[in-house]
């Protein structure tokens, strides 16, 4: 019985993000692996990433000024990103379900399909410095 490589690879790249706690860029998750499996090549995470988000087992976080991220946490959630470091957080907000539901009643050609939600905010840290400066 042969083993699938790229089956290897994806569950070497899965399992990586699911044990980090947090919001990982691809070259994050990358670094972190290269550690332990130094064969593994950059372009196979990048690959394995998209494959896993369209499986549904990870999310994947489009951020429109920094590069994208990843997480373990694949139910319905949002997101605030803090201005100064760049560091995002989880978000609960569960009014949304119910404004997503209303959208899609409104008068239009298109059936909504998802939606990407990133407040922009301070984390407690930065503004800890801020507040020092």
């Known amino acids: 019985m042969s083993v699938n490589r790229n089956t ?4 070497i790249v899965y399992q990586h993000l699911a044990h980090m706690c947090g919001h990982f860029t691809a070259d994050e998750l990358y670094e972190k692996i290269h550690k332990n499996y130094p064969g593994i ?5 990048y690959r394995n990433l ?3 988000t369209a499986q549904g087992r990870i999310l994947h976080i489009a951020v429109h ?3 994208d991220r990843y997480e373990k946490l694949v139910k319905k959630h ?6 100064y470091c760049g560091r995002i957080s989880d978000v609960s907000l569960p009014f949304m379900e119910s404004l997503t539901e209303e959208a899609q ?6 059936r909504i399909v ?10 407690s840290e930065c503004a800890e410095s801020v507040e020092d400066n």
């Open 105 to 110: 009643k409104l008068e239009s050609d298109c």
């Open 8 to 11: 290897v690879q994806r569950e």
């Open 114 to 123: 998802g939606y990407s939600l990133i407040f922009d905010g301070v984390c």
């Open 50 to 52: 998209k494959t896993l």
């Open 78 to 83: 949002y997101h605030v990103k803090c201005i």
């Open 65 to 67: 000024d920094g590069a």
């Open 41 to 45: 090549s950059k372009a196979t995470v």
